[in-house]
Each structure stands twice: as structure tokens, then as C-alpha cells.
């Protein structure tokens, strides 16, 4: 029987390619699944296999030639009776491989049950020469199912390339991916695993620690939920680094106290007001760390206004509410703003709004202790800055040491978004705004 190849649909998109090595020659014996010609795309080069045992009787095309989806390439002749598509592949009558233009709409249509076009008779071997090649690759894999698979694996939702294909050369049929669905769901009802279509990593069970000794359990806070799912996101999603710098900020404290001492408790100038302002006036200077990566659209998106969250410690847990327009305000209105906020965070009294819109996070445990930590970046933003607890240090003024009040900062970036140069930059930026204010007006 005569069995005209056709060039498969190889990537959503793709719809021609340019041969660029015939792998068989006329009166070749093939195996199903052997590559009969290789295929440039402007995505990459695939192979296109043999979907049938047979002996290449014509070759319809040469090296260097331009073929468009669809078209015959070769014809085959095959003593396999089998037709190239099991019974439940069968393509409907609207879905020809030799339109690829058709095919593609058809495929990208979404299907409701009641829509699904009734499967048709399966035609006779010798009526169905004309196979259907059809394989879609991601990266250097090939996942061999037909256009009706493919559908039927996008409708429920399942990956087609984590399919095991149980026919010859691991097709995939219909009742593959119905099996893997069924594994799936009976692995999730007995908690193996924890689906993982939301991008988070499949959840291990917790082993019994009661073996080991008494144990209690307490329920998540909604708090510590939110916390728990919002931390492995980003941790799961954003390649972090984290830098290290200090500030001398001997100069803004004397300030800072010196103004505390003529201030109400409710406009104090507190160390995190002047950060707030300090960056606010960075992130001017840098709007690359003011931004968030679109991934989607392929985008980076510039925020024009500044607005920084604050992280709070309560008794609840971390919240983080926001200062909006920071770079519109001065840093007495900012601490006045900031300590009300807080308190309000702390009695769990701050609205939604006060803790929506942030742009770039700062999260200062020096009031609490500690030398240096890493921070995590707060999705959908690009950066957060880590503020450690002021030591004096001995600091060689490049004739003798001389002791300063030393601010250690770190600063977590995304390195999609951001380079590790652009990272240092920003971080000194910040400390020589610290060490002499008027950096802040003569650069902001
Ligand atoms: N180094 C040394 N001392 C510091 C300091 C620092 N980095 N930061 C604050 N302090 C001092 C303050 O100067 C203040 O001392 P005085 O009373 O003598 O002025 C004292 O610590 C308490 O400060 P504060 O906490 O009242 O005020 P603040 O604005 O500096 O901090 C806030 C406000 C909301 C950031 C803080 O209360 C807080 O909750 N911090 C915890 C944040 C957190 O949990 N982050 C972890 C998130 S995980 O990344």
C-alpha cells in the first residue's frame, strides 16, 4: 500500500520549515519511527520520523528546499496494514492534515462536550493511506500524538509531554491520557501528591514525628497561610541574589536623635523613615528596580510613582503596609505616616489599601538584632533592601582606625530583571546617601 508522508505540525506557530538533510534515500527500508528527513524551523531543527515499517518509493523533496506544513514529502510503501491513526485518533473530517491553516484554527477552537464533533467511522486501511505524521516538540522532544490527542490532553488540562505514549514508538493515544488522569487524581486523593498546576512544587507528606516524641499541632494562621504561599512562589519562581554593603550613619543619627528630642512620640524620626526616603530617591535614580517582569507579554513594567511597604512584625506575623508616593515625601511626614501605620499594623487595624501597590520592600531587623540576612524578593516587585543592626566598627580612614556607627545593608534583587553591577551600584547609591543627604539632591 502507497503511503504519502506529510511534513507534521512540528511547533505552535511554525509553518514551514527548510529541509536541510534527507536522512533516507528511494528504495530504503525504513522502521517506524526512523528519521527521514531533518527540518529547519526558525525555532529548531527537528526530526521527522517514520510512522510506519516500509521502503521509501518516491522522495518528493530535496536538501535545501522550503516545505510548508502539510505537504507530501514522501511516499512509502508499507506492507503495515494498520492505518498510521488507532480508531480513537481518527481526525475528524474538519481537521485535515493537508490545511495546516485549518488545522490550526480547528486545533486552537475551544471544544465543549456538547460541541465535540461525533467521531467518525473509521475508514478502511486501504481508504486511509495518507498518514498523519502528526508531533509537536518542546525543546529536543518529540510528544507523537495526533491533533484529536492533543486536544483532548489541552481540555483536561494535562501536559501531553508528561504522558507515556503506549503505542509504537510511544504514540500517544486517547486512553494514555484518560490513564494518566486517572493516576493523577488517585495520587492526589491519597495526598502522594499536591497538584501542581499553580507552579508550585508538589508538597511532600509530612512524616510522623510523633514517632520520635510528643508533638502538637496548631492551624495556620490566614496570615502565616498567605506568608507560607506567597514565600514559596517567590522562592520557587525568582533566581535571587542578595548583596552586602554598610553605611556609616553617624551623621544621621546625631541628627535623628538630636530632632527626637524636641519631637512628640508620633512624629519620632525612626531610622526606616529615612530609608524610606533614601530609597524612594534610588529607586528614582534606577527605575529598573522599581519595575516588574511581565513574562507573558515579554515585558518590563516601569512603575512611575514609588510606593514602599514596610515589613511589620505582629503577633499575627510579617504584614507589610505601604508608603505611597514616597519620593513625593519628606522624611518627617514619612515617619509620622510610618509609625501610625505600623501601630495600626500591629492591632491589625491597617486596611487592604494601606497594604496594596508596593513597589520595593524594606525590611529592617536592626531594632531586633543580627548582622546581615537575605531577604525575599515580594513578587510581583524586583527588589527588597535588608537593614541589620547599626555596631560601632573600627574603619581605617586610610591613616588610622577610627571608630563609626557602621548600618549593614543587603539587598535582594531578581537576576532576571537585574545585573549584579546594576545590584552593587544601587546598594552604594543608597549607603552614600546615608553617609551625606545631600547626595540625595544632588543625584535623586
Ligand atoms: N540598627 C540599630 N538600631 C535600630 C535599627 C537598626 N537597623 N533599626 C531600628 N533601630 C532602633 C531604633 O533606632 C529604635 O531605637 P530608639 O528608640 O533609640 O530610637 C529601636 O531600634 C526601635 O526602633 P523601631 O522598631 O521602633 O522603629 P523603626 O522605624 O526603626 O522600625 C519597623 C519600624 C516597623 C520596621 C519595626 O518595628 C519592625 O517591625 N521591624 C521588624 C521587621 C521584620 O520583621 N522584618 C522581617 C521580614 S523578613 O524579611
Redesign the pocket.
Known amino acids: 500500500m502507497k503511503q504519502e508522508i506529510r511534513v507534521p505540525e512540528v511547533a505552535e506557530g511554525v509553518t514551514a520549515g527548510t529541509v536541510v538533510a534527507l536522512t533516507v534515500a528511494v528504495g530504503d527500508q525504513v522502521k517506524a519511527d526512523q528519521t527521514l528527513l531533518e527540518l529547519e524551523t526558525d525555532k529548531a531543527v527537528v526530526e521527522i520520523p517514520s510512522p510506519v515499517d516500509g521502503q521509501v518509493s518516491e522522495i518528493r523533496t530535496e536538501e535545501g528546499a522550503e516545505v510548508a506544513i502539510g505537504a507530501v514529502i514522501m511516499v512509502l510503501d508499507s506492507s503495515d496494514e494498520t492505518p498510521a491513526l488507532s480508531v480513537d485518533e481518527q481526525e475528524p473530517a474538519t481537521e485535515p492534515v493537508a490545511d495546516p491553516s485549518t488545522q490550526k484554527a480547528v486545533a486552537e477552537k475551544p471544544v465543549t462536550p456538547s460541541e465535540t464533533p461525533p467521531a467518525p467511522e473509521p475508514e478502511p486501511a486501504a481508504l486511509t493511506a495518507e498518514i498523519d505524521l502528526t508531533s509537536v516538540r518542546r525543546d529536543d522532544r518529540v510528544a507523537p500524538a495526533s491533533p484529536t490527542v492533543r486536544r483532548q490532553a489541552r481540555e483536561l488540562g494535562v501536559d501531553i509531554y508528561q504522558v507515556q505514549g503506549s503505542g509504537p514508538g510511544g504514540r500517544i493515544s486517547g486512553e494514555d491520557i484518560r490513564s494518566y488522569v486517572r493516576d493523577t487524581m488517585q495520587k492526589i486523593s491519597s495526598g502522594m501528591v499536591v497538584s501542581t498546576t499553580s507552579g508550585q512544587p508538589a508538597l511532600r507528606p509530612l512524616p510522623d514525628l510523633s514517632r520520635f516524641g510528643e508533638i502538637s499541632r496548631e492551624p495556620l494562621s490566614r496570615i502565616r497561610e498567605l506568608t507560607a504561599d506567597a514565600m514559596s512562589y517567590a522562592w520557587s519562581t525568582i533566581p535571587m541574589v542578595t548583596q552586602y554593603d554598610k553605611a556609616r550613619i553617624d551623621g544621621v543619627e546625631k541628627f535623628r536623635k538630636e530632632f527626637?528630642t524636641k519631637a512628640l512620640p508620633e512624629n519620632k524620626l525612626?531610622?526606616?523613615?529615612f530609608l524610606v526616603k533614601d530609597c524612594a530617591a534610588a529607586l528614582r535614580a534606577f527605575p529598573y528596580f522599581n519595575s516588574a517582569l511581565d513574562l507573558h507579554s515579554k515585558e518590563l513594567v516601569l512603575n512611575h510613582f514609588i510606593n514602599i511597604g514596610?515589613?511589620?512584625?505582629t503577633p499575627a506575623g510579617?504584614l507589610v503596609p505601604v508608603i505611597h508616593g514616597a519620593d513625593n515625601k519628606g522624611v518627617e511626614r514619612i515617619a509620622t505616616e510610618?509609625n501610625t501605620l505600623?501601630e495600626k499594623t500591629r492591632e491589625r487595624r491597617v486596611s487592604p489599601q494601606e497594604m496594596e501597590g508596593g513597589t520595593f520592600t524594606i525590611?529592617?531587623?536592626?531594632?531586633?538584632g543580627g548582622s546581615s540576612?537575605t531577604?525575599?524578593v515580594y513578587p510581583p516587585q524586583v527588589a527588597i533592601l535588608?537593614?541589620?543592626?547599626?555596631e560601632m566598627m573600627p574603619v581605617w580612614n586610610g591613616k588610622k582606625f577610627v571608630p563609626q556607627l557602621m548600618?549593614p545593608l543587603c539587598l535582594t534583587y531578581d537576576h532576571r530583571v537585574i545585573d549584579g553591577a546594576a545590584g552593587a551600584r544601587f546598594l552604594r547609591w543608597i549607603c552614600e546617601a546615608l553617609e551625606n543627604p545631600l547626595n540625595m539632591v544632588m543625584k535623586g
Open positions: 527626637n525612626t531610622m526606616t523613615s514596610v515589613a511589620v512584625d510579617l510610618l505600623a525590611s529592617n531587623l536592626g531594632g531586633i540576612f531577604p525575599i535588608g537593614v541589620s543592626t547599626a548600618l
